[in-house]
């Protein structure tokens, strides 16, 4: 079996992207991501939505057992609004943990905190 040009051709582009800007690659850009900017990230959605911030653990890899382990952090909120943010309108999904619901802030962008900070009240509402 051969590849057709344009099969080829977008395949090239991709990986430049990957060699050339790995920052405009959300998976590549949140591995990479300084501790210390999520939990930057993940103080100020506890502060939009009244929960705390807990040291977490983010679980890398694909399949039934990721091994790779990354440090991260989270907003800790009531475990009551698990389901509801889920269903919600963006979806948000947590981790529950301990009786709490907790939002790992690795996997958010800076400018989704506010997007979260509204589904949570709405969630409350």
Known sequence: MRIDKLS?????GT????????ERIPVLRMLHEDAG???????????????TVEE????????????AELPSFACAIEETLAQPLRVGEPP???IVRDGKLLLDCRTLADDEVYEVASAVAGARA
């Open 8 to 12: 080829l051709a977008a395949l090239e």
């Open 92 to 94: 948000v999904v947590g």
């Open 56 to 67: 977490t653990v983010g679980r890398v890899g694909g399949g039934a057992l990721p091994l």
């Open 15 to 22: 990986l430049r992207v990957y060699l050339e800007a790995p």
């Open 37 to 51: 900017r999520v939990r930057a990230r993940a103080e100020r959605l506890a502060s939009l939505v009244g929960g």
